[in-house]
């Protein structure tokens, strides 16, 4: 979220004659009357902008014009008045990122409704959220009200869009297509965030142990992987791979190497709906391709299995101690 400084502007009034002489402004003029001696006297308005904070670093909220005492040049001036400019506040919202599409979504609303509550009500707002595009949500307005209903109904996840945007591609010709969704999250808000025309088709299945994780990767004709980024191993590929289910990944480096440069899954380019699409209907329409998937990923995973694991970790600690033992 992006902060905009609060700035205070203290009104100070001088009556002196140096500061007339000094300001070079037009004297106030008076009607003199014939036998009155005539005074002149000069007022100057000195207007400084400054941001208060508390010894924790915040805004401070409650300065009074005693609290502040300014000095120019050794000469002690008390602030005659003290007035709060309305803030303009940009709230930025990050919904972007596979990990945040349900999970970080209601605190990321929270944050942001607590921040319009805290305001001013003459400070105004406008809102942005940043995923994969950024939007504007709402324009720059005082109506904390219309805030509160934007981020209730309008605040979306980022880059879920992806396979979403694939499965609209894939579902008017393939009536019996089914997606099955398993994870922690917000399944209503995420249900709300479907397309009407695919919602019916998609099954959540909330959190699942590894005993239905390995039933649901066993009963699906395909594993789609659509991550965009920030994978550094794709355990859940090798995990889909020896329950003999085939996989369909984005072409990040991580799940290259994990299908072994493609021959065990086939990959699109990260991030496109329409190579996504194009990549599952080709494996899902073609029986034998899966088959052979299924084949090649049982070849791919075995150097993974803990049997095999475990003894090169011991063949490493022979070795250690064998060299240790020599010198």
């Known amino acids: 979220m992006v902060k905009i400084r609060l700035i205070l502007i203290i009104s100070i009034v001088l009556t002196a004659s140096a500061a007339f002489a000094q ?4 004297r106030p003029k008076t ?3 014939p036998n009155d001696d005539q005074v002149q006297v000069f007022t100057e308005e000195i207007r400084l902008n400054i941001s208060a904070l508390d010894p924790a670093g915040k805004f401070a909220t409650d300065v009074k014009k005693e609290d502040l005492v300014i000095n120019e040049d050794g000469r ?11 803030a303009n506040v940009l709230i930025i919202l990050d919904t972007g990122g596979e990990e945040r599409r ?11 409704k607590s921040m319009v509550d805290s305001l001013n009500a003459e400070d105004s707002v406008a809102l942005m959220e940043f995923n994969d595009k950024a939007d504007i949500l709402a324009e720059w307005t005082s109506d904390k009200a219309r805030l509160q209903e934007v981020l209730d109904k309008k605040l979306g996840f980022g880059h879920r869009a992806r396979l979403i945007e694939a499965l609209e591609l894939l579902a008017p010709l393939r009536p019996g297509l089914r997606m099955l969704v398993a994870g922690r999250g917000d399944a209503e808000l ?15 299945l909330g959190q699942v142990d590894e005993l239905e994780k390995a039933s ?3 009963s699906v004709d395909v594993y789609c ?3 965009t980024g920030q994978e550094s191993f794709g355990v859940i590929l090798l995990e889909a791979m020896a329950a003999g289910t085939p996989i369909v990944a984005s072409d990040l480096d991580a799940f290259r190497r994990v299908l072994d440069n493609g021959r065990a899954g086939r990959q699109f380019v990260a991030g496109d709906p329409v190579a996504l699409a194009g990549t599952l209907g080709d ?12 084949a090649a990923g049982r070849l791919a995973v075995a150097p993974y299995d803990w049997s095999v694991v475990s003894a090169q970790v011991m063949r490493v600690y022979e070795l250690a101690i064998a060299g240790a033992s020599r010198g």
């Open 225 to 227: 992987a659509p991550n």
């Open 76 to 86: 002690i001036h008390q602030a005659d008045s003290i007035r709060r400019v309305p």
């Open 283 to 294: 494996v899902l329409d073609n029986a034998p391709l899966r088959e052979g998937l299924t």
């Open 190 to 204: 995420f249900r709300d965030s479907l397309p009407a025309s695919v919602s019916p088709r998609i099954e959540l």
């Open 102 to 112: 349900i999970k970080g979504l209601n605190a990321t609303r929270q944050v942001a």
């Open 23 to 26: 300001s070079g402004a037009a």
């Open 31 to 33: 009607a003199p009357t």
């Open 216 to 218: 649901m990767l066993r």
